[in-house]
């Protein structure tokens, strides 16, 4: 595992931008656990080496957060795997969702683009919420193609639950544009604004301030979409150290 400014990266060969969301400082001195959540990118190119990796870390959940084309066009490596159990939560972003189509969409900016996810996926987080807050659960993981949007999202849901810092929170999010350029690099296609494959940190900055102004925080949030305070309570004494 290597660590960059104090976040826990897992080194594996067929998959990038794949983070320990432990060891993040919080309110009240505390700290998110590690071993409890992963953000990731796509997961479809596994080595059987990547895969004893996170098996032997204790990944038993995958909420994989791609569109049904997307699976479709890369399945997880471990989606059948006997000791994993695997969801498909599909978020559409207006980017990965669609990039392989011949018309494409995408958001004015990436501002829109996540108030919209917050605004218009409320179900689908509850849902997301609804897994990363069951005890049975050792260890999660949860991500989209990049690992930047749709993930960032929810990462970013849960660390401001957690506490974390609003700094923290916008580092977290900005890394991933330095862990998964050569993958968004590649995927550039003439017509779509090169800032649909960037992670500046007014973007989740913007989106983090749209969720305390409209909303009151992630807690909030939650709340509104239909988690439970029970949920919110278990979520938070797996993954904040006492």
Same mark, same amino acid.
């Given at each position: 595992?290597?660590? $960059?400014?104090?976040?826990?990266? %897992?080194?594996?060969?067929?998959?990038? /931008?794949?983070?320990?969301?432990?060891?993040?400082? *919080?309110?009240?001195?505390?700290?998110?656990?590690?071993?409890?959540? %992963?953000?990731?990118?796509?997961?479809?190119?596994?080595?059987?080496?990547?895969?004893?990796?996170?098996?032997?870390?204790?990944?038993? *959940? %995958?909420?994989?957060?791609?569109?049904?084309?997307?699976? *479709?066009?890369?399945?997880?490596?471990?989606?059948?795997?006997?000791?994993?159990? @695997?969801?498909?939560?599909?978020?559409?972003?207006?980017?990965?969702?669609?990039?392989?189509?011949?018309?494409?969409?995408?958001?004015?900016?990436?501002?829109?683009?996540?108030?919209?996810?917050?605004?218009?996926?409320?179900?689908?987080?509850?849902?997301?919420?609804?897994? $990363?807050?069951?005890?049975?659960?050792? *260890?999660?993981?949860? &991500?989209?193609?990049?690992?930047?949007?749709?993930?960032? %999202?929810?990462?970013?849901?849960?660390?401001?639950?957690?506490?974390?810092?609003?700094?923290?929170?916008? &580092? /977290?999010?900005?890394?991933?544009?330095?862990?998964?350029?050569?993958?968004?690099?590649?995927?550039?296609?003439?017509?779509?604004?090169? @800032?649909?494959?960037?992670?500046?940190?007014?973007?989740?900055?913007?989106?983090?301030? &749209?969720?305390?102004?409209?909303?009151?925080?992630?807690?909030?949030?939650?709340?509104?979409?239909? /988690?439970?305070?029970?949920?919110?309570?278990?979520?938070?004494?797996?993954?904040?150290?006492?």
């Amino acid at each position: 595992m290597d660590t $960059l400014k104090g976040y826990n990266i %897992i080194d594996l060969e067929g998959a990038r /931008n794949v983070r320990d969301l432990g060891g993040i400082p *919080c309110a009240g001195g505390k700290q998110t656990a590690m071993g409890v959540f %992963i953000r990731a990118a796509g997961l479809g190119d596994l080595t059987e080496r990547d895969q004893e990796i996170l098996l032997e870390y204790g990944v038993d *959940c %995958i909420i994989d957060l791609r569109s049904q084309r997307e699976v *479709c066009d890369k399945p997880d490596s471990l989606a059948e795997h006997e000791k994993i159990v @695997y969801r498909n939560i599909p978020m559409l972003d207006q980017v990965q969702s669609n990039i392989s189509k011949q018309e494409l969409m995408y958001p004015s900016s990436m501002q829109t683009m996540y108030m919209g996810l917050l605004d218009l996926d409320g179900e689908l987080i509850r849902q997301v919420f609804d897994l $990363l807050s069951d005890p049975q659960y050792r *260890c999660m993981v949860f &991500h989209c193609t990049a690992g930047k949007d749709r993930t960032g %999202i929810i990462a970013m849901l849960l660390l401001d639950l957690a506490g974390v810092s609003r700094e923290d929170i916008l &580092h /977290n999010y900005v890394i991933s544009g330095d862990l998964v350029r050569p993958l968004l690099r590649a995927q550039e296609i003439e017509g779509i604004p090169s @800032y649909v494959f960037e992670s500046r940190p007014e973007f989740m900055a913007d989106t983090y301030t &749209h969720l305390q102004r409209k909303y009151g925080g992630a807690r909030e949030y939650l709340l509104a979409q239909g /988690n439970t305070p029970q949920q919110l309570e278990s979520l938070l004494k797996t993954f904040v150290e006492p």
